[in-house]
């Protein structure tokens, strides 16, 4: 048997005071933290069910061991027998990494046992798991007679290795750890053995304040993943394990390279530090690999991937016979999503979802359904099963979202992803049709929410808050944590319903007119909307000479004097800075589409401009491209779900067909004025009419 001395402990507490400790005495008790306590249960459990025991709870959350007397004395005898240890496996296999990756180039294994303070027997195992799992960086684990074990690796896949497998077994006790220092804790030794305490927390406060600034958003797991990667670029740069410098790596014109230069360039400053130009170049890779983009900022962005999207949103809904091709909200979450993901793949990042094969279990009709769509629209790109788990939780959030309301308001924290948090939302709306509202914040906006906006707090992860009550489930929500969650509201009743006796009839009254009027605000907003792209649609004929620069001048000057746009530098500006972000250039047409969200933008904007002779820019792809029709769409800065969608709509249409292109690129202003009507007309049958 495998056991701490802490596991071995709690067990003989429980044994010895049946249903009379709870997690917080045994907490105070034993001087360690209540979420340290839930740690160790979890573990017990796996300890028990070996022997055919089980461990329950009474009404008043006492602890207690279920199971016949003899199991439970069977147990007691080989706890007394058992030597136990303060070490999980994982810990020893992280030390084990972390010498192969450090040292060497080759060890004895007889040295490495020693070392970890294990026999060969386990140290062989542990080799074998090490071996698979350095296997998917890249990296080569050999064992040869007379030479010892031996580690063949590139610098940059040994970085990824070594930050996965922190992230993958010790991602919560990195969260716990961080939040204690930003407390004001101070550690002596290394984090894990390995991270520098005061690294770590000035990592966190530098990255966290220009992402800040620079309004970037990211999920809890990929900001925590950020943040290991640049102490572990820093550390292994200071011990002299540099990047080769022919290694490809992210070009650095690119914002995110910008905003970790300026990261980097701190971290140096405080922490007296050197940062190669390559280390600045691989942390941009993991940066931009691991981005949430706002949903609001890339509805019209992304043209290609947006008409593939639409199509695997279309081939699913015709696999499992439901409608999901007008639902914007699946379309805008997986748009958001994917741009990321397909760039990690693309870059051969290790990607890890620890809900796959849960979620293939649980979905394995809609997972077949999407692994085959994505095969069928991304010919170029492999998407491994642990991806296409995460978009399955997307497609399983939208088919799940209308539902039966009640008054009680719930929280999930959740930093799993976007797509497992809307899943969990879904799921408790679902099977527990009491509550009504199910919000979704990450850790960091948790802190500082008001929780009495909410009647249950609900987790996927211990939260290092130990003031705060809350219910620890599984992100697909299993039978047993349901059961938690109806434990929790039918114990609380009078505590859930105290303010909500109050004025019933006028609630609901409330209610219905809130959605009369929300109803007749969004009519109100795709009439001016689609009213405003009718009415200032233009096709101008360009006469050769000059570049694109001169069109877009010409085209947002003459905006301005139709009063549809104030101070036009500006906007020609940030159409300009939109273009050093990436190509705009449609490729396989000859096609650009220029676009930018501007506060001096008043009205939607979509027009064409066709070239007597082409210009030369740069296409989506990254390849050089003609460009005959340059397509301009301007919108405001602020703008509602609706209007987004109109503008998709637009956007996604340039390339749904053959004729589609052919209509866009022609210079007839009739024939395309036709095409958008025939859009509008479809999207006002399809979504408001059928409503």
């Given at each position: 048997?495998?056991?701490?001395?802490?596991?071995?402990?709690?067990?003989?507490?429980?044994?010895?005071?049946?249903?009379?400790?709870?997690?917080?005495?045994?907490?105070?008790?034993?001087?360690?933290?209540?979420?340290?306590?839930?740690?160790?249960?979890?573990?017990?459990?796996?300890?028990?069910?070996?022997?055919?025991?089980?461990?329950?709870?009474?009404?008043?959350?006492?602890?207690?061991?279920?199971?016949?007397?003899?199991?439970?004395?069977?147990?007691?005898?080989?706890?007394?027998?058992?030597?136990?240890?303060?070490?999980?496996?994982?810990?020893?296999?992280?030390?084990?990494?972390?010498?192969?990756?450090?040292?060497?180039?080759?060890?004895?294994?007889?040295?490495?046992?020693?070392?970890?303070?294990?026999?060969?027997?386990?140290?062989?195992?542990?080799?074998?798991?090490?071996?698979?799992?350095?296997?998917?960086?890249?990296?080569?684990?050999?064992?040869?007679?007379?030479?010892?074990?031996?580690?063949?690796?590139?610098?940059?896949?040994?970085?990824?290795?070594?930050?996965?497998?922190?992230?993958?077994?010790?991602?919560?006790?990195?969260?716990?750890?961080?939040?204690?220092?930003?407390?004001?804790?101070?550690?002596?030794?290394?984090?894990?053995?390995?991270?520098?305490?005061?690294?770590?927390?000035?990592?966190?406060?530098?990255?966290?304040?220009?992402?800040?600034?620079?309004?970037?958003?990211?999920?809890?797991?990929?900001?925590?993943?950020?943040?290991?990667?640049?102490?572990?670029?820093?550390?292994?740069?200071?011990?002299?394990?540099?990047?080769?410098?022919?290694?490809?790596?992210?070009?650095?014109?690119?914002?995110?390279?910008?905003?970790?230069?300026?990261?980097?360039?701190?971290?140096?400053?405080?922490?007296?530090?050197?940062?190669?130009?390559?280390?600045?170049?691989?942390?941009?890779?993991?940066?931009?690999?691991?981005?949430?983009?706002?949903?609001?900022?890339?509805?019209?962005?992304?043209?290609?991937?947006?008409?593939?999207?639409?199509?695997?949103?279309?081939?699913?809904?015709?696999?499992?016979?439901?409608?999901?091709?007008?639902?914007?909200?699946?379309?805008?979450?997986?748009?958001?999503?994917?741009?990321?993901?397909?760039?990690?793949?693309?870059?051969?990042?290790?990607?890890?979802?620890?809900?796959?094969?849960?979620?293939?279990?649980?979905?394995?009709?809609?997972?077949?359904?999407?692994?085959?769509?994505?095969?069928?629209?991304?010919?170029?790109?492999?998407?491994?099963?642990?991806?296409?788990?995460?978009?399955?939780?997307?497609?399983?959030?939208?088919?799940?979202?209308?539902?039966?309301?009640?008054?009680?308001?719930?929280?999930?924290?959740?930093?799993?992803?976007?797509?497992?948090?809307?899943?969990?939302?879904?799921?408790?709306?679902?099977?527990?049709?009491?509550?009504?509202?199910?919000?979704?914040?990450?850790?960091?906006?948790?802190?500082?929410?008001?929780?009495?906006?909410?009647?249950?707090?609900?987790?996927?992860?211990?939260?290092?808050?130990?003031?705060?009550?809350?219910?620890?489930?599984?992100?697909?929500?299993?039978?047993?944590?349901?059961?938690?969650?109806?434990?929790?509201l039918q114990n609380n009743v009078e505590k859930l319903t105290r303010k909500k006796y109050l004025k019933p009839a006028q609630r609901s009254s409330g209610s219905s007119g809130t959605e009369v009027r929300s109803l007749l605000q969004e009519i109100k907003e795709v009439h001016s909307s689609m009213e405003a792209i009718l009415t200032n649609f233009r096709v101008y004929r360009k006469g050769s000479g000059g570049s694109h620069l001169r069109i877009l001048n010409e085209m947002v000057e003459q905006a301005e004097?139709?009063?549809?746009?104030?101070?036009?530098?500006?906007?020609?500006?940030?159409?300009?800075?939109?273009?050093?972000?990436?190509?705009?250039?449609?490729?396989?047409?000859?096609?650009?589409?220029?676009?930018?969200?501007?506060?001096?933008?008043?009205?939607?904007?979509?027009?064409?401009?066709?070239?007597?002779?082409?210009?030369?820019?740069?296409?989506?792809?990254?390849?050089?491209?003609?460009?005959?029709?340059?397509?301009?769409?301007?919108?405001?800065?602020?703008?509602?779900?609706?209007?987004?969608?109109?503008?998709?709509?637009?956007?996604?249409?340039?390339?749904?067909?053959?004729?589609?292109?052919?209509?866009?690129?022609?210079?007839?202003?009739?024939?395309?004025?036709?095409?958008?009507?025939?859009?509008?007309?479809?999207?006002?049958?399809?979504?408001?009419?059928?409503?």
């Open positions: 048997m495998f056991i701490t001395s802490r596991e071995k402990s709690i067990i003989e507490l429980i044994v010895k005071t049946s249903g009379k400790h709870t997690v917080y005495s045994l907490s105070a008790f034993l001087n360690v933290s209540g979420r340290t306590i839930q740690r160790n249960l979890k573990s017990i459990e796996s300890i028990l069910t070996e022997y055919h025991l089980e461990l329950k709870r009474t009404a008043n959350e006492g602890l207690f061991i279920d199971g016949k007397n003899e199991h439970v004395y069977r147990l007691i005898q080989h706890l007394a027998e058992v030597n136990p240890t303060d070490e999980t496996p994982e810990e020893r296999k992280l030390n084990l990494l972390i010498i192969l990756l450090h040292e060497g180039p080759s060890f004895k294994k007889q040295v490495l046992a020693n070392q970890l303070g294990i026999s060969v027997t386990t140290l062989t195992s542990y080799l074998d798991e090490l071996a698979d799992w350095l296997s998917k960086f890249g990296i080569t684990l050999t064992r040869k007679r007379g030479v010892g074990v031996e580690l063949v690796a590139d610098e940059s896949d040994k970085r990824h290795a070594l930050a996965s497998f922190f992230l993958v077994n010790f991602y919560e006790d990195i969260i716990e750890t961080l939040y204690g220092m930003q407390k004001g804790n101070r550690l002596d030794e290394p984090v894990l053995g390995y991270f520098k305490p005061d690294y770590l927390v000035t990592a966190d406060q530098v990255t966290s304040h220009y992402l800040a600034q620079d309004h970037i958003t990211l999920t809890d797991s990929d900001y925590i993943g950020l943040i290991v990667h640049v102490c572990l670029t820093i550390q292994r740069t200071e011990k002299g394990y540099e990047l080769q410098t022919n290694e490809p790596m992210e070009a650095e014109d690119s914002n995110e390279h910008q905003l970790i230069d300026v990261v980097c360039t701190q971290l140096e400053r405080d922490l007296s530090a050197q940062m190669t130009r390559q280390d600045r170049r691989f942390l941009t890779v993991i940066l931009k690999g691991s981005k949430v983009q706002d949903p609001d900022v890339v509805y019209y962005d992304s043209i290609l991937l947006g008409q593939l999207i639409k199509n695997v949103i279309k081939d699913v809904s015709t696999d499992l016979h439901v409608d999901l091709s007008d639902d914007f909200s699946l379309f805008q979450g997986l748009l958001a999503h994917m741009g990321p993901s397909i760039f990690r793949l693309q870059q051969e990042l290790e990607l890890f979802n620890p809900l796959t094969d849960e979620i293939k279990k649980k979905y394995p009709v809609l997972f077949l359904a999407v692994k085959k769509s994505l095969e069928t629209e991304f010919k170029d790109i492999s998407f491994p099963d642990d991806e296409v788990a995460f978009i399955v939780l997307h497609f399983g959030s939208a088919m799940l979202m209308n539902e039966e309301k009640v008054n009680i308001r719930a929280v999930v924290v959740c930093p799993t992803g976007i797509g497992t948090s809307k899943m969990l939302a879904s799921r408790i709306q679902r099977e527990l049709t009491m509550i009504n509202k199910v919000e979704i914040l990450s850790i960091k906006d948790f802190q500082t929410a008001n929780l009495l906006d909410y009647d249950i707090v609900i987790s996927t992860v211990r939260l290092p808050f130990t003031e705060v009550e809350y219910i620890l489930v599984s992100p697909l929500l299993s039978e047993k944590d349901i059961g938690f969650i109806q434990s929790y004097r139709d009063e549809l746009l104030e101070q036009p530098n500006v906007v020609i500006h940030q159409l300009m800075e939109r273009e050093k972000k990436g190509g705009l250039g449609i490729p396989n047409t000859n096609m650009g589409l220029f676009h930018c969200r501007e506060d001096n933008v008043k009205k939607l904007i979509f027009q064409v401009a066709h070239l007597d002779e082409p210009c030369r820019i740069k296409g989506m792809d990254g390849v050089e491209m003609e460009m005959k029709s340059l397509l301009l769409m301007l919108a405001p800065e602020e703008l509602s779900r609706r209007e987004q969608e109109i503008l998709s709509l637009i956007s996604t249409s340039l390339i749904e067909d053959h004729i589609s292109m052919m209509i866009y690129s022609s210079t007839n202003e009739v024939i395309i004025l036709k095409k958008l009507e025939d859009l509008f007309l479809d999207y006002l049958q399809t979504n408001l009419i059928k409503e």
